[in-house]
C-alpha cells in the first residue's frame, strides 16, 4: 500500500498491520542468544614508514640549535609566541652577519 492509504488508516489498522511484523521480530529475538558487546580499548596511532627502523635521528641545523638556545633565556619568557620568535630571528641575523664577517676577515687573512 502507498503512504496516502496508510494515512488514511486508522491507528488500530496500522498497529494491525504491522503487528505481524512485530511479532515474527520478537520471535526471533528470542530465539538467538544475547549478545555480549565489550568495550573496544582505543587503537595506538602507530606511523608505519619503511625507513621508520633505519631513519637516524638528525642533528640540529645551527639556526635551530640557535633558536633553541635563545628561547630558554629570560628576558624572552614574558613575550607572546610571535614576539619571541620576531626577536630571536633579529638575534639570529645579528649573530649570522658577525659570523659572516669573521668568516670574511678569516679569508682576507688566508689570501694575504
Do not use: C
Request: hydrophobic content about 20%; aromatic content about 6%; charged content about 45%.
Amino acid at each position: 500500500m502507498s503512504k496516502k492509504n496508510d494515512m488514511k488508516r486508522t491507528h488500530s489498522s496500522r498497529i494491525k498491520k504491522y503487528e505481524i511484523v512485530y511479532q515474527e521480530y520478537v520471535r526471533n529475538k528470542s530465539k538467538s542468544p544475547p549478545r555480549r558487546v565489550e568495550m573496544k580499548q582505543p587503537k595506538e596511532h602507530i606511523i608505519k614508514s619503511s625507513n621508520h627502523k633505519h631513519q637516524k635521528k638528525q642533528t640540529l641545523n645551527s639556526y635551530q640549535k640557535f633558536v633553541q638556545e635563545e628561547s630558554l633565556k629570560d628576558k624572552y619568557r614574558k613575550l607572546s609566541g610571535k614576539e619571541r620568535m620576531a626577536n630571536i630571528a633579529t638575534a639570529w641575523e645579528k649573530k649570522k652577519r658577525e659570523m659572516r664577517r669573521k668568516e670574511r676577515k678569516t679569508k682576507e687573512k688566508g689570501t694575504e
